[in-house]
């Protein structure tokens, strides 16, 4: 998947030397990256957000965008849509609960790596063994830098499978993630997230049986 540096070349009728500088600017700028094994150049996180921020509606259905608006009237707190985007997390849409955080209006439009955020390491956690490897290796040095080593992301993957949902608190908020079923239109999670004073261990695990029981049904 994706293009060699000559076959961009020859895409774009230009020399070799100017495509490796113009796909060596869009690498920094996250606008594309390049495997490091096949050396093939392929959209990065913040060329496909630009291109759903251009969207003049969210790629799911309007259903899960009411059922947001209920979860966030129920529990009070956040609710996060968060969208894959290769190796990443996208958050495309948040519902506010009556409880609302100043710091989290922020963060709709941004991207982390998958398996940082309960939306996103319940994304993660569909990826088999193999593949949440190659993933971590790719990433190795974004995720140590952040004190999440292999055996931690390996750890919580496993939880994620085993309850049906991810699990995440730390500086101070805390919240449950749950993999939405492919049928609902793109491969996206819900996180519902809070201060950790409103996020205790039952009361994630009551909200994570809450997103199961609304989309299993």
């Not at 993630?177 to 039952?202: H, K």
Request: net charge positive.
């Amino acid at each position: 998947m994706g293009l060699t540096l000559p076959e961009l070349a020859a895409k774009a009728d230009i020399d070799r030397t100017t495509a490796h500088r113009m796909a060596r600017f869009l690498e920094s700028a996250d606008y594309v990256e390049r495997d490091s094994s096949s050396r093939r150049y392929r959209l990065g996180t913040a060329a496909m957000a630009l291109g759903l921020r251009a969207m003049n509606r969210a790629p799911l259905n309007s259903e899960l965008i009411t059922k947001m608006k209920a979860l966030a009237r129920l529990t009070g707190d956040t609710v996060f849509l968060i969208v894959r985007l290769g190796d990443y997390g996208h958050c495309l849409h948040a519902e506010e609960g009556g409880h609302r955080i100043k710091s989290f209006h922020t963060l709709t439009g941004t991207s982390r790596l998958l398996g940082q955020g309960t939306g996103s390491m319940a994304l993660l956690a569909k990826f088999d063994n193999d593949a949440v490897r190659a993933h971590f290796a790719r990433h190795r040095a974004e995720y140590e830098a952040g004190g999440l080593s292999l055996l931690r992301m390996m750890r919580g993957v496993e939880r994620s499978r085993k309850l049906g949902y991810a699990l995440a608190g730390a500086e101070g908020v805390a919240g449950v993630g749950y993999a939405l079923p492919l049928a609902m239109g793109a491969e996206a999670a819900l996180s519902i997230v809070s201060t950790a004073s409103r996020m205790s261990v039952a009361r994630r695990h009551e909200l994570g049986g809450i997103l199961g029981a609304m989309f299993l049904r």
